[in-house]
């Protein structure tokens, strides 16, 4: 394990560690070789069948302080453990560029690339409106490139930090709840948790708000009340709560919260190989086969079912994963359409270094189901969300730099 690794937590996320992308093309990465694409013109089907992927799936956190920024976690729902704990991002940055409302966050992932000093932490952070009006608009908006500028309600961001950084020690965490960060965050917004509360209550001055709207909505629901009982909790036991990355969150809105445990998409083939030498499985992979077969040729001359069939038969060997990670120049994503895929030429440069963006990372539709997120018509839905960034993860002079993610529909909404 590299010196990157932090305590039994991080080791977790061994998978994840990654080498720098701009070593000489020989150099052999931690992960494992990777195929590449030959062409723009090829669809990378089965090149991608053969592409080591590390795949996230999600459990509910054994110990509360297992999600704190502190020890970098990967994690998905409630609010996010941010690696910068004090210059987060603001103005629209946060907001639904659709609705203008405060954007919920989604997922990160810490994906450190140990190869560069700059990069010895690293995460990555998504955010979405839980409107699903706004995301049928995102649809038309993430097609847009410079000098346009598209309207989002799903955004990305990457956050970086070298070994030595004031909020963090040196040393490797030790992950038995005593760990603490080197220093307080910024005071986050008490209805969301999410954002940096720059708003104040004018009348306690204690809680903090990240917009007028979540100012409003947590004197209704019953602030209004609490703002007038006297303050019990002391200065000393509020920085401690601030010292340990959390804060008092008064929303009932935000999705579950679960830590995200990744492992390689390889020992699920070795794992379908065991269950095929049983002879009391209740479904063998040979049936299996026949099963997605049968859906194949039902899909020929239906390129976007026929696809989505190829993509349900790679998922099927771990059903319940979440997020798929395979970052290297050259690697595809999964695509559950043939329609609405993202080709290289349509992936945007990268806005801060003018550099290419390469494919990162992937969310599946199964996340919501661990969200609760209802089958309705006007539900939040989605067939995959894309990542992409910085090929070379640059620096550049501001904490939180927006990467790009592309969303591709549900198979229902396919015409």
Same mark, same amino acid.
């Given at each position: ?8 937590? %991080? ?40 592409? $080591? ?6 459990? *509910? ?10 020890? /970098? ?12 704990? %004090?210059?987060? $991002? ?16 989604? +997922?990160?992932?810490?994906?450190? %690339?140990?190869? *560069? ?8 952070? !998504?955010?979405?409106? $839980?409107?699903?009006?706004? !995301? ?14 598209? &309207? ?28 603490? $960060? ?38 209704? #629901? ?13 200065? @000393? ?12 969150? @008064? ?42 077969? &049968?859906?194949?040729? #039902? /899909? ?10 190829? /993509? ?5 060997? @771990?059903?319940?994963?979440? +997020?798929?990670?395979?970052? &290297? ?17 349509? %992936? ?31 539900? !939040?839905?989605? @067939? ?14 501001? &904490?939180?730099?927006?990467? /790009? ?11």
């Amino acid at each position: 394990m590299e010196s990157g690794a932090n305590g039994d937590s %991080i080791e977790k996320l061994q998978g994840l560690q990654i080498t720098s992308l701009e070593g000489d093309e020989g150099e052999e990465r931690e992960m494992v070789a990777y195929e590449y694409e030959d062409d723009d013109e090829d669809d990378g089907e089965d090149e991608e069948e053969q592409e $080591p992927v590390t795949l996230g799936f999600l459990e *509910k956190p054994k110990n509360r302080w297992s999600l704190l920024r502190h020890l /970098f976690p990967s994690k998905a729902g409630g609010p996010p453990a941010w690696l910068d704990p %004090i210059n987060l $991002p603001t103005g629209r940055s946060c907001l639904c560029d659709m609705c203008g409302e405060p954007l919920q966050f989604v +997922l990160q992932v810490y994906a450190p %690339i140990i190869e *560069k000093e700059s990069t010895f932490h690293r995460t990555l952070f !998504l955010f979405m409106c $839980p409107s699903m009006a706004c !995301l049928r608009r995102d649809q038309h908006e993430q097609w847009k490139r410079p000098p346009e500028t598209a &309207s989002r309600s799903v955004k990305v961001f990457r956050c970086q930090l070298p070994h030595s950084n004031p909020y963090y020690s040196s040393e490797p965490p030790k992950c038995n709840g005593t760990d603490k $960060p080197s220093g307080p965050g910024v005071s986050l917004c008490n209805w969301c948790g999410t954002w940096k509360g720059d708003k104040v209550c004018s009348s306690c001055r204690r809680a903090h708000y990240c917009s007028q709207k979540h100012q409003v909505t947590h004197w209704r #629901s019953g602030h209004k009340v609490e703002c007038q009982q006297p303050n019990l909790s002391s200065p @000393a036991s509020d920085s401690n709560l601030a010292d340990a990355g959390t804060t008092s969150v @008064a929303s009932n809105s935000l999705w579950p919260e679960y830590e995200m445990i990744n492992e390689d998409e390889s020992e699920y083939d070795t794992e379908m190989s065991e269950v095929n030498g049983q002879t009391n499985v209740l479904v063998s992979k040979t049936g299996v086969d026949d099963t997605m077969k &049968s859906l194949l040729d #039902s /899909f020929e001359g239906d390129s976007d079912r026929r696809s989505w069939a190829t /993509f349900q038969e790679r998922l099927a060997k @771990a059903p319940e994963q979440v +997020l798929r990670y395979c970052r &290297s120049t050259g690697v595809k994503a999964l695509w559950p359409t043939s329609s609405g895929q993202l080709s290289k030429p349509d %992936i945007p440069k990268c806005s801060y270094c003018g550099g290419p963006r390469c494919f990162e990372f992937q969310i599946l539709p199964q996340l919501l189901f661990y969200f609760g997120v209802s089958n309705d018509v006007d539900s !939040l839905d989605w @067939a995959t969300m894309v990542v992409y960034t910085c090929e070379s993860s640059c620096e550049a002079n501001v &904490s939180y730099k927006e990467e /790009f993610v592309w969303v591709q529909h549900s198979l229902s909404s396919v015409p």
